[in-house]
């Protein structure tokens, strides 16, 4: 199963730092294994200025779905996108941001993950 996530681009976080701070946790890889993408989810039209340094495509490890699904899956995903994030944010500044996850169902059924401002 494989998941896109864009940054908005408040958050000014590169796909290339994520990936890179992703890649590097262990805790991280052995759920997913993260590449930038140029392309967009086939069918599921984006803000350009979500997709303008390319999507990061997480290929989320079969074996981790073989009896976890769903909220689970999701939830755990979810934390570990705050944290990779956060901590790529307090490296870059002072304070460590509030950030938001969200899960949008695609045409096809996959989902792209958006990284928000908190609120926004």
């Known amino acids: ?3 896109h996530i864009a940054f908005a681009p408040e958050i000014q976080v590169s796909s290339g730092d994520f ?3 992703w890649n590097d946790s262990a805790e991280c890889r052995d759920l997913a294994e993260a590449r930038i ?3 967009q ?5 984006l803000d350009p200025e ?3 340094q390319g999507l990061v495509l997480l290929g989320i490890v079969s074996t981790f779905l073989g009896g976890v699904v769903g909220a689970v899956l999701k939830d755990e995903l979810k934390d570990l996108l705050k944290a990779k994030v956060k901590e790529i944010l307090k490296r870059m500044r002072a304070k460590e941001p509030a950030v938001d996850v ?10 792209l993950i958006v990284v928000t401002k908190e609120g926004e």
């Open 1 to 3: 199963m494989d998941c």
């Open 19 to 21: 990936v890179a701070a």
């Open 41 to 45: 989810p086939q069918g599921f039209p």
């Open 37 to 39: 993408v140029h392309h």
């Open 50 to 52: 979500l997709t303008r």
């Open 102 to 111: 969200k899960f949008v169902r695609q045409p096809d059924g996959a989902y």
